[in-house]
Nanobody
Framework: QVQLVESGGGLVQAGGSLTLSCVASGRISRVAAMAWYRQAPGKQREEVARVFYNGRIRHGDFVRGRFTIDRDKDKNTLTLQINNMTPEDTAVYYC????????WGQGTQVTVSA
């Protein structure tokens, strides 16, 4: 089994920045991809950014340069830096790993106040 533990969420004022972290542990074989998703209240879960096994990065359509994803293969960690935050960024942020089965973290709450 694979465990994903997110951290770094919290309350931030609009315009501020936050860095989320995810640590993967357990029986990790080949990692096809790792990603961050988010789910706002009353909305569907959406992909924020994804790092593929070859290092290629894909961002969600809404990202527009404010989100930076980074993966450390040696430490099995994934981070997401969010800049110039707005209340619309309020959501539970989830870490995801495909190996190739799908694994999810329990999520970390991010709240942005106006």
């Amino acid at each position: 089994q694979v465990q994903l533990v997110e951290s770094g969420g919290g309350l931030v004022q609009a315009g501020g920045s936050l860095t989320l972290s995810c640590v993967a542990s357990g029986r990790i074989s080949r990692v096809a991809a790792m990603a961050w998703y988010r789910q706002a209240p009353g909305k569907q879960r959406e992909e924020v950014a994804r790092v593929f096994y070859n290092g290629r990065i894909r961002h969600g359509d809404f990202v527009r340069g404010r989100f930076t994803i980074d993966r450390d293969k040696d430490k099995n960690t994934l981070t997401l830096q969010i800049n110039n935050m707005t209340p619309e960024d309020t959501a539970v942020y989830y870490c995801y790993l495909a190996s190739p089965a799908n694994f999810w973290g329990q999520g970390t709450q991010v709240t942005v106040s106006a």
